[in-house]
């Protein structure tokens, strides 16, 4: 069953919903992002699903997902992180790092990103359909890895990464 996306304006607030396949380029929605890291500082990094519209097979944050109707960015990050790799986060787990619009020609949203700290011994259970694969990089690992295949990444990675070297 195909779902609602949450729609909003300029100002982030509720304008309705819309089935996802009706979608047009002058719709803005909201995507929550979580970027997990554990306590030695790798990140873990996850692969979107060869199916996926937007950026196929590309590296990217953890967990990120499109609003519901009836979402609030903090109940997406959770919904979502359980959903893609299985791990349960309680708001209490994780931080609100930044919000951001981005208005580009096909697209227009705004974005949540939070931080959330799991161990690397953690059990990850990874829905194919959403994550083609999950890995662990280092800092050092993750430079030059956006230094030398940097195609293979989603465009705002480096963003991502940046905020949360701050």
């Known amino acids: 069953m195909e779902e609602y996306t949450l729609l909003v304006d300029k ?6 919903v819309k089935l996802r396949s009706e979608l047009t380029q002058s719709d803005i929605i909201r995507i929550s992002s979580v970027w997990i890291h554990d306590s030695q500082g790798n990140i873990l990094l996850a692969q979107r699903g060869f199916n996926k519209k937007k950026d196929p097979g590309k590296w990217g944050p953890a967990v990120a997902g499109t609003h ?83 195609a293979d990444f989603i465009r705002s990675v480096r963003y991502y990464f940046d905020l949360f070297e701050k």
């Open 11 to 16: 100002n982030d607030e509720y304008k309705g």
């Open 68 to 150: 519901s109707e009836g979402d609030t960015y903090e109940s997406n990050a959770i919904r979502e992180t359980m959903e893609e790799i299985g791990v349960v986060l309680a708001e209490k787990n994780f931080l609100a790092r930044k919000k951001f619009f981005v208005e580009r020609p096909q697209e227009s949203f705004f974005c949540t990103v939070f931080l959330a700290q799991v161990e690397k011994t953690a059990q990850l259970t990874v829905d194919p359909v959403e994550v083609a694969a999950v890995k662990w990089f280092t800092r050092n690992e993750l430079i030059t890895a956006l230094e030398d295949r940097n």
